[in-house]
C-alpha cells in the first residue's frame, strides 16, 4: 500500500467499528483524511483490535515521523547556568530521547477530545492507539484514578523517543496555594525518580498544569527549574533534562532562570 492507501485503510477499519460511523464520508483532501484519522483516534475507546491494524499504522505514523523529522537531544544547546539542562522550543514528539514527559489527567488515558491541541492529545495521536490501550492496562490494574503528583511510566510507541512518564498536574481554581505548588514540585520528582528507576539518562518536560490547568507560568517554570536542579544535587544524578516550551512567552521566563 502506499502512504494514501494506509492512511484511507486505517480510516475505513475505525469507520467500521462503530455502526454510529457508517455516515462518514472519507475526505478528498490529504489534510481533512489525516483530521478524520486522527479524530477517531482521539474518540477510540481502549478495547483490543486485530494487529493488521496495528502493523499498517505504525508503518504510517513511522513514515509521517519521517517526514517531519527527528531532533537529537545530543545536538542541542544546554543552558548557560547548568550543563545538564536544556532550554529548547519545538514539538515535544520530535525529540530521540529517552523518555518525554505527557501532562495527563487523572483518567491517564489520554485525550478524547477530538483534535484539541493538548500535549496529551498529540503525544497519544502520533504514537498510536497502543498507548491508550496499555495507559487503561495501568489504570485498570490499579482500579482507580491517578492522584495528582504521581506518575506512570509507559512505552513510547511510534515516537522518537523510547518512554513516555505520565503525570497528572494539580488544577488551580482560583488563587494559587501552597498546596497547588508542593504538587507540581511533586510531579516533577515524580517523573525524575521513575527515569532514574529505569535507568535512563535523558527526559524532557512540557510545561505541566499550565495552560488548560491554569497554574501560573512564571511560577510553575521556578518551580520546575528548583525542583529539577534539587533533585541532580541530592541525588547526584548526571541525567540530562530539557525544558521543552512552546509558547515564546515560556521561553522567556526559562530563559531568564537558566541563562541570565
Not at 57 to 69: A, H, K, T
Request: glycine residues 4%.
Amino acid at each position: 500500500m502506499t502512504h494514501e492507501e494506509k492512511r484511507i485503510w486505517l480510516i475505513r477499519q475505525l469507520i467500521n467499528e462503530n455502526p454510529e460511523y457508517s455516515q462518514y464520508r472519507i475526505p478528498d483532501t490529504e489534510q481533512d483524511q489525516k483530521d478524520l484519522l486522527r479524530a477517531l483516534m482521539n474518540v477510540r475507546m481502549p478495547k483490543p483490535i486485530i494487529n493488521e491494524f496495528l502493523a499498517i499504522q505504525d508503518e504510517y505514523l513511522l513514515e509521517e515521523s519521517n517526514v517531519i523529522g527527528y531532533v537529537d537531544v545530543n545536538k542541542l544547546e544546554v543552558s548557560k547556568k547548568n550543563q545538564q539542562i536544556i532550554l529548547w522550543q519545538g514539538d515535544i514528539t520530535t525529540l530521540k530521547i529517552d523518555a518525554i514527559v505527557n501532562a495527563a489527567n487523572s483518567q491517564m488515558c489520554g485525550c478524547f477530545r477530538v483534535l484539541h491541541n493538548c500535549v496529551d492529545n498529540i503525544i497519544h495521536t502520533k504514537s498510536g492507539i497502543q498507548l491508550r490501550l496499555k495507559c487503561n492496562e495501568l489504570m485498570q490494574k490499579q482500579g482507580h484514578e491517578e492522584e495528582t503528583g504521581k506518575a506512570k511510566i509507559t512505552p513510547a510507541y511510534n515516537l522518537p523517543c523510547d518512554y513516555v512518564i505520565h503525570t497528572v498536574g494539580p488544577i488551580v481554581q482560583g488563587k494559587l496555594t501552597v498546596k497547588h505548588e508542593e504538587l507540581l514540585a511533586s510531579c516533577y520528582h515524580s517523573c525524575l525518580e521513575l527515569a532514574k528507576e529505569n535507568n535512563l539518562t535523558s527526559i524532557a518536560f512540557c510545561c505541566i498544569s499550565t495552560g488548560v490547568f491554569m497554574f501560573p507560568n512564571r511560577r510553575a517554570a521556578e518551580i520546575a527549574v528548583n525542583t529539577v536542579q534539587h533533585f541532580m544535587e541530592e541525588t547526584g544524578s548526571k541525567m540530562k533534562v530539557v525544558f521543552n516550551v512552546f509558547k515564546d512567552e515560556d521561553r522567556e521566563i526559562y530563559d531568564l532562570l537558566l541563562n541570565k
